[in-house]
């Protein structure tokens, strides 16, 4: 499956943004996922969701204030992020594992789209 992330962009702390991947195949095959990237950090978990989208699964640093979401009909995935703040800045990735725990693991994700910035100002 090929993945397209959109949505990124240059925001003020407080405001929203919502991130979409596109997949080429059928979403509900796979459990979809956001990871995100920071300049010298290490690629980190931020969301997870099942299947069917019953189940989700967060960081704890964005708990409360994004959610995941899929439309398996258009086989899209979300990211509504609220109250960005400026440790959020980085470039996110969807991604998509063919299993069907909703793990933090990166190596447990087969495919992964190119990824779209978000930057926040303070």
């Known amino acids: 499956v090929q993945l397209q992330a959109s949505g990124g962009g240059l925001v003020q702390a407080g405001d929203s943004l919502r991130l979409s991947c596109a997949a080429s195949?059928?979403?509900?095959?796979?459990?979809m996922g956001w990871f995100r990237q920071a300049p010298v950090k290490e690629r980190e978990f931020v969301a997870a969701?099942?299947?069917?989208?019953?189940?989700?699964r967060y960081a704890d640093s964005v708990k409360g204030r994004f959610t995941i979401f899929r439309d398996n009909a258009k086989n899209t995935v979300y990211l509504q992020m609220n109250t960005l703040e400026p440790e959020d800045m980085a470039v996110y990735y969807c991604t998509a594992s063919p299993g069907t725990i909703l793990t933090m693991t990166a190596q447990s994700y087969d495919y992964w789209g190119q990824g779209t910035q978000v930057t926040v100002s303070s």
């Open positions: 969701i099942s299947r069917s989208g019953s189940s989700t």
């Open positions: 195949g059928r979403t509900n095959q796979y459990v």
